[in-house]
């Protein structure tokens, strides 16, 4: 008897679990869902970007384009471009120099997907800056200037631009500055100031806009140091400096720069320097050597010779061809110029008058 009673409080007892624990189960689920859904949108859920771009990109978007370079029918280059003037039969682009270098056709391609012919108002190697005008009707927006001077170190910006060419136009890319003033080398242009991002920039986005995250123009995209073991460092030129040589190159007129009449080469060339026949003394190891002297040159005037070692250009210590080209650009023509220069041994100093132009 004891057995039997002792048998149902047991089976008693499995049956009693078992309907606890199924409405435990009921009740976690009715209280805690995996999912809760009414009519097929979820509720209480808010997704909120407190850092986003969209409103800048937006200002400046539609004033960026497609800048296609053709010589003889063919196509040789791609870059971008944008829009920052319009009157009443045309719409004005900033684009790069090497970007529509030796072609003999430009045309740009905007957002809406109208391409039209550019005409080339004007370009300078130097600056790397080129200056293109389109019909008016093809402008779709004007993007806003504004000032690299305002800007500092850590501040966010973005670009606009087409890298590798047609298929990725109106890519846009986020970054930083991250260096103001810098002034690196370029190959066949001497030296340049630019601001340093690390957003990123490749091929194609040659001549677009930097820009704050006011959707301002601030910078121009012009070159990328390209090395095996650097990444994220590209640069723009200053809007200021852009903008200076833009306004000659609307109208037309050629950037002139002065001329010193000096065929020459830097301190390290020593083949050049033995196959000129020129020795130099063993002390001196920067600066720029002077070759020939044109006749009639501002550095004939100044009583420059061959083997003449120029040190200091105004208030600017020259240590190769690079930086005595950015030292000389910036005077104009008619401007009177202390120089330094070795003779030998011998430290000299004159005074060169450009009254030439290149």
């Known amino acids: 008897m004891k057995e039997n009673k002792q048998k149902i409080i047991y089976v008693t007892f499995i049956i009693l679990a078992f309907f606890i624990g199924i409405s435990g189960t009921v009740m976690v689920f009715h209280y805690f869902p995996l999912t809760e859904e009414t009519n097929g949108t979820a509720e209480n859920i808010t997704i909120k970007e407190e850092n986003t771009i969209k409103s800048a990109v937006d200002k400046v978007y539609d004033a960026v384009v497609l800048v296609k370079a053709y010589k003889r ?23 790069n120099h090497h970007v529509v270098a030796d072609s003999d056709e430009v045309k740009i391609k905007n957002n809406a997907g109208t391409e039209v012919t550019a005409k080339l108002l004007g370009s300078d190697e130097y600056s790397d800056i080129a200056v293109l005008s389109i019909d008016k009707d093809a402008v779709m927006s004007i993007a806003s200037i504004g000032k690299s001077s305002d800007s500092e ?19 846009v890319t986020k970054g930083i500055i991250s260096g103001k003033d810098r002034t690196i080398e370029v190959e066949d242009s ?19 806009p930097l820009v704050n995250i006011n959707g301002e123009v601030i910078g121009v995209n012009s070159v990328k140091l390209v ?29 002139k720069r002065p001329l ?54 105004g208030d600017e210590k020259v240590t190769s061809l690079a930086t005595f080209r950015h030292a000389l650009y910036q005077y104009s023509v008619g401007d009177k ?7 030998g041994k011998d430290l000299k100093e004159t005074t060169i008058h450009l009254t030439k132009e290149a």
Not at 153 to 171: A, N
Not at 229 to 255: D, H, N, R, S
Not at 337 to 343: A, D, E, L, Q, S
């Open 337 to 343: 110029v202390k120089v330094k220069y070795f003779r």
């Open 153 to 171: 170190i850590g501040d966010t910006i973005f670009t606009v631009g087409s890298p590798l060419g047609e298929e990725y136009m109106g890519t």
């Open 227 to 255: 090395k095996d073991e650097v990444e994220g460092m590209g640069f723009a030129i200053p809007i200021e400096l852009a903008m200076t040589t833009v306004e000659k190159l609307e109208k037309g007129e050629a950037i």
């Open 73 to 95: 029918g063919q196509l040789i280059s791609t870059g971008t471009g944008f829009v920052y003037k319009k009157d009443d039969t045309s719409g004005y682009l900033i684009t």
């Open 260 to 313: 010193v009449g000096i065929e020459m080469t830097d301190v390290q060339n020593t083949y050049l320097l033995y196959k000129s026949g020129i020795m130099i003394d063993d002390s001196i190891e920067e600066g720029v050597v002077v070759v020939t002297v044109q006749d009639g040159s501002p550095a004939k005037d100044a009583g420059f010779e061959s083997g003449d070692v120029i040190v200091e250009f």
């Open 190 to 208: 001497g030296l340049m100031e630019v601001i340093q991002i690390d957003a990123a920039i490749n091929p194609g986005n040659s001549g677009g």
